[in-house]
């Protein structure tokens, strides 16, 4: 359970973007969505092998 501590006088506003950034951190919403529809470990795997060489060929042109 999220527990945002409120000081006094603080704006409500203020606490519930606290509260977002700590949900946020905690992920639930990525797993829950990752765990709608199986993906085999080949197709994550060749996927997370793009993403790398997607992300070597960015920093290649960077330099």
Known sequence: MIVVPLKEGENIEKALKKFKRKF???GV???L???QAFI???VA???QNMRAVYVQQLQQIEE
């Open 24 to 26: 946020e951190k905690t």
């Open 45 to 47: 795997k060749r996927k």
């Open 40 to 42: 085999k470990p080949s």
């Open 29 to 31: 919403v990525k797993e």
């Open 33 to 35: 969505r990752s765990r």
